[in-house]
């Protein structure tokens, strides 16, 4: 069993019957009153993210998450098809499960599965990936007193805003927690 008051980024806990990852725990107390724990959660069977405030003492129970490496082969349809890399299986996992995730996939690309009892539940991205930017407008030169940003269309089909000087065909590397252009590659 886990105390909320021991909640920290990156654990994982059942509540409810789902599956949560931390992604923030803020603790707070006020006056007399009870301290309050705010736990900012992805729920890893459906992807969402929510806030869930916890009384100081509540408890959750911790959820083993295993990984096990993969390859992401190829998409079908609604459908991300990846290779297990010890057993050599294929594995289907739905396009609902890797909303975000899909952003950041390319071919070949080795990746690590997130396991729970046996059931494939989401995958683990790298902290960053290279793309490639497919489609952007030309910077205008000048216009660069500040930071000032365009929108780019990558080889996934993600968009993010960069830089004026990233043209088409540019390497360029995506954190993939949040989705912001980090440099050239």
Request: no cysteine; charged share 25%.
């Amino acid at each position: 069993m886990i105390n909320v008051n021991d909640l920290r980024s990156g654990m994982t806990f059942l509540y409810e019957k789902e599956i949560f990852l931390v992604l923030e725990a803020n603790h707070s107390k006020s006056g007399r009153g009870q301290a309050h724990v705010k736990a900012k959660v992805r729920n890893l069977n459906t992807g969402t993210i929510k806030t869930i405030t916890f009384t100081g003492g509540d408890i959750v129970y911790p959820a083993i998450i295993e990984t096990r490496k993969a390859q992401y082969l190829y998409r079908d349809n609604q459908d991300f098809i990846f290779m297990d890399e010890e057993t050599f299986d294929q594995i289907i996992i739905p396009e609902k499960t890797l909303v975000w995730e899909k952003n950041f996939l390319l071919e070949g690309e080795s990746i690590k599965l997130k396991v729970y009892e046996e059931k494939v539940i989401g995958i683990e991205l790298k902290a960053s990936v290279i793309l490639t930017v497919t489609y952007t407008e030309p910077g205008v030169k000048g216009n660069s007193a500040t930071n000032t940003t365009k929108p780019a269309t990558l080889e996934t089909g993600y968009t993010v805003q960069v830089p004026l000087f990233i043209n088409n065909n540019d390497k360029i590397i995506i954190n993939t927690i949040d989705g912001t252009y980090k440099s050239r590659a």
